[in-house]
């Protein structure tokens, strides 16, 4: 079956600009994650959602970086006026089962590798 | 910030020798999983292990858990070149609804 994809792969933005980040998780899935990877680094949370409920933003580093998910599916993730320290892999992780003890494995997108010139 | 550290960061063996991997994490934990990452692929769920279990396996992968140490291992026996990848524990908070990550070890299996 599909599981967790992204789009797009890769993203080239100069400095300044917004940039949105897509994830389709899967189908019925009701938690959905998003994390930052630095190169040579492990993954940093961001955000959680459970359906269309944003639980957790803890982990999203500024007031530039924003996250929805209108419907419960498709979540999309906006950058405003990008810094070069935004650079990274941005990764979507979908999860079937919901609640806080996260007792089941989450399913990784392929990630959207950013570019901030 | 990244919660568990991997030991060691890198790791270059032969196929068909042993790896072994460590992870130690500062928090308790309800359960702890072990991820590896292909170049260019996403994270792909290997294995986990909750708080109150001490041993797992899953074909080739032996994980053992030590709460009172704060410490994780994953062994894999009988590595085929396939195995070169990076990979990662995650822990998850008792309290939290997030994974949290180390740096990843770095695995190099050579024919």
Same mark, same amino acid.
């Given at each position: ?18 940039? /949105?980040? *897509? ?12 994390? &930052? %990877? ?28 924003? /996250?929805? *998910? ?12 990008? &810094? %070069? ?10 999860s079937l089962i919901s609640g806080r003890s996260l007792s089941y494995e989450q399913y990784f997108g392929p990630g959207t590798r950013l570019t901030v010139t | 910030s990244q919660q568990g550290e991997e030991d060691p960061q890198a790791l270059s063996i032969q ?97």
């Amino acid at each position: 079956g599909a599981g967790v994809s992204q789009s797009p792969r890769y993203k080239v933005a100069k400095r300044g600009q917004d940039v /949105a980040l *897509r994830c389709d998780p899967i189908s019925g899935h009701v938690s959905l994650f998003w994390y &930052q %990877q630095a190169l040579g680094q492990g993954p940093e949370f961001l955000t959680y959602f459970q359906n269309e409920a944003q639980l957790d933003k803890s982990g999203l580093p500024s007031d530039r970086f924003f /996250a929805e *998910r209108p419907e419960g599916s498709v979540s999309t993730l906006k950058i405003q006026r990008t &810094q %070069q320290e935004d650079s990274a892999v941005y990764l979507c992780a979908s999860s079937l089962i919901s609640g806080r003890s996260l007792s089941y494995e989450q399913y990784f997108g392929p990630g959207t590798r950013l570019t901030v010139t | 910030s990244q919660q568990g550290e991997e030991d060691p960061q890198a790791l270059s063996i032969q196929e068909g020798e042993n790896a072994t991997m460590n992870c130690s994490y500062k928090t308790s934990i309800n359960n702890l999983q072990w991820y590896r990452q292909n170049s260019g692929r996403g994270l792909v769920h290997l294995i986990l292990i909750r708080s109150n279990e001490r041993e797992k396996h899953s074909g080739r992968l032996r994980v053992t858990l030590d709460t009172s140490k704060k410490s994780s291992s994953l062994l894999i026996t009988a590595s085929r070149a396939a195995d070169t990848a990076s990979y990662f524990c995650a822990t998850v908070h008792q309290a939290g609804t997030a994974l949290i990550f180390g740096k990843g070890t770095t695995l190099s299996v050579s024919s």
